[in-house]
């Protein structure tokens, strides 16, 4: 199975702050990357799938990047609704997908 | 609007079994791959199980195999989780998630969960 390891797990940053997240695979998924925001309490939401395509409706703040092993999700200009945990899933292996560890963004 | 709504959740013993439910709603359930997705308190996202379109395939995760199964009725647009032998460890979240059918697979839609707690 591919492992998917996020760094960092946790972030702070301030709001207008420029944000990057990384996602690594333990071997290549090619683009199948995807990214997906949780708010507390609440169901995860996609963000970006492809690695860099942005899904209808979210924010032009967030981006994705990579191919191979190593992707970021960036968020440009930190806004107080962006408090959540991120988390990237590969695709590559579909259906035997996975998720990585997620990752805590405060302000 | 596109929705899942899952249900069928509770309090359950320690090698007893229970079944999840996610009604569908807003789009045509039967075009869709389907997956049971779960998270463990204060945990990360783990795949559960997945069916095809036409019910015709499954997949598991290992944590699954042969105590889990995935079924659907698409006349009904409805998916199911059968979980038998249930342990601790299976306490979660149990979220259905619809695969975008997508030359890139990405779970565009989620239910809000139902909570499974074994204890006894």
């Known amino acids: 199975d591919i492992q998917m390891t996020q760094s960092p797990s946790s972030l702070s940053g301030s709001v207008g702050d420029r944000v990057t997240i990384t996602c690594r695979a333990s071997?290549?998924?090619?683009?199948?990357l995807n990214w997906y925001q949780q708010k507390p309490g609440k169901a995860p939401k996609l963000l970006i799938y492809?690695?860099?395509r942005l899904q209808s409706g979210v924010p032009s703040r967030f981006s994705g990047s990579g191919s191979g092993t190593d992707f970021t999700l960036t968020i440009n200009s930190l806004q107080p609704e962006d408090i959540a945990t991120y988390y990237c899933?590969?695709?590559?292996?579909?259906?035997?997908?996975?998720f990585g560890g997620g990752t805590k963004v405060e302000i | 609007q596109e929705q899942l709504v899952e249900s069928g959740g509770g309090v359950v013993q320690p090698g007893r079994s229970l079944r999840l439910s996610c009604r569908a709603s807003?789009?045509?359930?039967?075009?869709?791959?389907i997956y049971w997705v779960r998270q463990a308190p204060g945990k990360g996202l783990e795949w559960v199980a997945v069916?095809?379109?036409?019910?015709?395939?499954?997949h598991y995760a290992d944590s699954a195999k042969g105590r889990f199964t995935i079924s659907r009725d698409n006349s009904m647009d409805t998916l199911y989780l059968e979980m038998r032998s249930l342990g601790h460890d299976d306490t979660a979240i149990y979220y259905c998630?619809?695969?975008?059918?997508?030359?890139?697979?990405?779970?565009?839609?989620w239910g809000q969960g139902t909570l499974v707690t074994v204890s006894s």
């Open positions: 998630a619809r695969d975008n059918g997508a030359p890139d697979p990405a779970f565009d839609s």
């Open positions: 069916i095809s379109a036409d019910g015709s395939r499954t």
């Open positions: 071997q290549t998924v090619s683009t199948f």
């Open positions: 492809g690695a860099s």
């Open positions: 899933q590969q695709s590559y292996t579909t259906p035997r997908l996975s």
């Open positions: 807003g789009f045509t359930f039967s075009y869709y791959a």
